[in-house]
């Protein structure tokens, strides 16, 4: 597992019923692709984020697989449309067990 990683989620506290609103999410992860090697010449193995989800209200609203050509510390920005107050949550899994979960609400006025 990573030896360090933190998540942050940015997002309105509220929106207007039918407004679209705009997310950000970002995790610190300290990749590895898996095509470097030691001085020893032992490869490093790969330690990479495979998958981000987002769900708001348990709907799937985004989706992003991720593969080894990924930088460390990806920043994800979309959108998505305030149906009603709830929650979201936010899922980066990958490689090694790695699972970091941030949940955030929001109130739809």
């Known amino acids: 597992m990573s030896r360090s990683s933190r998540?942050?989620?940015?997002?309105?506290?509220?929106?207007?019923?039918g407004e679209v609103f705009e997310i950000r999410?970002?995790?610190?992860?300290?990749?590895e692709s898996g095509f470097r090697h030691t001085?020893?010449?032992?490869?490093?193995?790969?330690?990479?984020i495979r998958e981000f989800v987002c769900t708001y209200?348990?709907?799937?609203?985004?989706?992003?697989?991720l593969h080894p050509g990924i930088g460390s510390?990806?920043?994800?920005?979309?959108?998505?449309?305030?149906?009603?107050?709830g929650s979201l949550e936010f899922k980066w899994t990958g490689d090694d067990n790695y699972l970091t979960i941030v949940k955030q609400t929001i109130t739809v006025l």
């Open 7 to 17: 998540a942050v989620v940015t997002l309105p506290k509220t929106a207007k019923r």
């Open 39 to 48: 001085e020893q010449g032992v490869r490093v193995a790969r330690d990479i």
């Open 25 to 31: 999410a970002i995790v610190q992860h300290e990749m």
């Open 73 to 85: 510390n990806p920043l994800f920005i979309f959108y998505a449309k305030a149906e009603q107050s």
């Open 57 to 65: 209200n348990g709907k799937e609203v985004f989706r992003s697989e």
